[in-house]
């Protein structure tokens, strides 16, 4: 049995459909990088993953535990963190403005006792030291690649088995979202399972152990990463 195991998956919002049939697997351990034009499903199929879309048929299950009709609340005690796409917006759940990175950070990681929470704490300013010198500055404050720092390392903080990704290096300058890169290489080494929606096709590529591709709605692809190039992409979102 796959660790992450959708099969035969239909889900969208209320009366609109989004995903026909879907089914894919990641195994434990694995980065996998999911690609598709905008508008594809992709940020549905998260969404659908994190309890956060209708699901009107299909199968979901983490580690052998179905996920399908569980809250998001039981979803996230599962073991899934999702990091949803935008940072910059926050009326996002990820970042609360008014709060410091530490009071993010102490708020993602609700029911951790104090030394769970040091302990995990320092596990993601070893991810990202930067934070650890604006841990006493608002959110709101924070740069677009600070506040990315800030959101993946509030979806650790509960300590994942899968972390859920939406195009966390959308809108940062390239250095800041080679950094991103670099973190989700560093987070599979944690052991933590990774499925990551990333624009930079290329790049997500070159980090990524399989691959899927989505275009309205359906999976085109799915495969070992290596084996999927630009070239290949474009003509299977062309349908070719």
Known sequence: MA???ISN???????????NEVTLEIERGEVAVLLGPNGAGKSTLLNA????????????????????????GEIQRAGVGYVMQSPNNFGTPNIFPELTVRENLL???????????????????????KLKE??????????????????????????PKLLMLDE????????????????????KDMGITILLVEQNARKAL???????????GRLRYSGPARELDEEKLGRLILGQ
Request: charged content about 25%; cysteine-free.
């Open 206 to 216: 070159e980090i990524g152990d399989r691959a899927f591709v989505m275009v309205t």
């Open 134 to 159: 604006l841990m006493h500055r608002k959110a709101k404050f924070l740069s677009g690649g600070e506040r990315q720092m800030l959101a993946i390392s509030m979806g650790l903080m509960k300590r």
């Open 49 to 72: 993953v994190a309890g956060l879309a209708t699901i009107y048929g299909g199968k979901i299950a983490l580690d052998g535990v179905d996920l399908v009709g569980k809250r998001p």
């Open 168 to 187: 966390p290096t959308a809108g940062l300058a390239p250095k800041v979202a080679s950094d991103v890169f670099l973190a989700v290489k560093k987070i």
């Open 107 to 129: 708020a993602a990681s609700t029911g951790l006792s104090r030394g769970d929470f040091e302990k995990v704490l320092g596990d993601v300013l070893e991810l990202f030291p």
């Open 3 to 5: 660790f992450l195991e």
């Open 9 to 19: 998956l239909s889900a969208g919002y209320g009366k609109f459909h989004v995903l």
